[in-house]
């Protein structure tokens, strides 16, 4: 059983910064894959980041590569998100995940409501 829990949403100016966090528990994420999608309001969800099992590789949607980073904390069973420069566009429900080894199934947390205004 794996649950995860997002924090760290809220409202913010285009140009600040947030820090979204995933706490998981049930298992160990320290063998998984795990990442972030966001929802925009009215839009389907998309991919935002994603990272490798140790911390050692990691990828970036073209739309956040400089402003957003993904990393993870594997003693703490933590995943994080940090937000520069943020734009209106950025305004999005954002869920973090977390895959399995050898699996394409995903869990996945409540999701964080992130706001940006101008």
């Known amino acids: 059983q794996v649950q995860l829990v997002e924090s760290g949403g809220g409202l913010v100016q285009a140009g600040g910064s947030l820090r979204l966090s995933c706490a998981a528990s049930?298992?160990?994420?320290?063998?998984?894959?795990m990442g972030w999608y966001r929802q925009p309001p009215g839009k389907e969800r998309e991919f935002v980041a994603a990272i490798n099992w140790n911390g050692d590789s990691t990828s970036h949607a073209d739309s956040v590569k400089g402003r957003f980073t993904i990393s993870r904390d594997n003693a703490n069973n933590m995943l994080y998100l940090q937000m520069n420069s943020l734009k209106p566009e950025d305004t999005a429900v954002y869920f973090c995940?977390?895959?399995?080894?050898?699996?394409?199934?995903?869990?996945w947390g409540r999701g964080t409501q992130v706001t940006v205004s101008s």
């Open positions: 049930g298992r160990t994420l320290s063998t998984s894959a």
């Open positions: 995940y977390l895959q399995p080894p050898r699996t394409t199934f995903k869990y």
